[in-house]
């Protein structure tokens, strides 16, 4: 149920099979960027099918990618396109050909109610609510500075003003040192167990991580809770068709190699 992102695939796709491009001739035309005969193939046939994708589509996938693997850090994506010798067209191409098969193969997939409840009676543990807690902590280097941060918070000092000061976590700094919300598993072990187990208000000693020192406060808990199918039918339909057309669009990519009115292809 998981997979790459587009953007961690074309980092991929650079360094490792940049090197190794090929030329092809498709339809009279001659190309010469690794994988881009199938991508004109997968382009030719969005376009007998009559499927196009806006550039309102395309930012919105960037928008995500920045959102989901760079922290909507827009500066660190835009730095690591560069360190990977990556331009920004190169990615909104690579994007534009992943929608269009995307929307190819989603127009194949037909599926009904009894489907979707199958899938969630199946794969129900990924849609039920898992406990969690919203927590805000301040980082820093060494244990004397922990120290320090610990008694300027007992003499009253703002949370968030020591976090501007001290903090070593600068994702968190803007937002006061809050994390939101997290669940089991998404925090290093030491931080994790501290903070499940603190009342709400309640503030920790340091705790080591091989990050530093942290001082967490948690600010709220959500309880787990077991969802029913009536409660998560839009959002388990949408991750059932995600999946199907996520585990097809290679194989419908390749079978467009059979139809191919490919000339010459050489290495």
């Known amino acids: 149920m998981y997979w790459w992102s587009p953007f961690c695939r074309a980092l991929v796709w650079v360094a490792i099979w940049v090197p190794l491009c090929h030329i092809a001739k498709v339809k009279g035309e001659t190309f010469s960027v690794t994988f881009s005969p199938t991508n004109r193939l997968v382009l030719q046939e969005g376009e007998r099918l009559g499927i196009t994708v806006t550039e309102e589509e395309v930012d ?9 693997n760079f922290y909507g850090m827009e500066d660190y994506f ?9 331009t920004e067209k190169a990615v909104k191409d690579d994007l534009k050909i992943e929608i269009v098969l995307r929307k190819i193969v989603r127009e194949q997939i037909t599926i009904t109610e009894e489907d ?3 899938y969630f009676i199946t794969n129900q543990e990924y849609f039920n609510i898992p406990e969690q807690v919203e927590a805000r902590h301040i980082l820093v280097y060494t244990r004397e500075e922990a120290e320090e941060v610990v008694q300027l918070l007992d003499n009253g000092k703002d949370f968030s003003e020591v976090v501007e000061e001290y903090s070593k976590d600068y994702m968190s700094v803007d937002q006061g040192g809050n994390l939101g919300l997290f669940q089991r598993g998404e925090m290093v072990s030491e931080f994790e167990e501290i903070a499940f187990n603190l009342a709400i208000n309640q503030r920790s000693e340091p705790v080591e991580t091989n990050y530093g020192f942290h001082i967490i406060e948690v600010l709220s808990r959500l309880a787990s809770k077991e969802v029913t199918f009536e409660e998560v039918k839009e959002t388990v339909e949408e991750m059932m068709i995600e999946e199907l057309v996520l585990n097809r669009m290679t194989e419908y990519a390749d079978s467009l190699w059979e139809f191919a009115n490919i000339d010459t292809i050489f290495y």
């Open 116 to 118: 979707v409840r199958e």
């Open 78 to 86: 835009y730095q690591t396109l560069e360190y990977y010798g990556l």
């Open 60 to 68: 919105a996938e960037i928008k995500n990618v920045i959102n989901n």
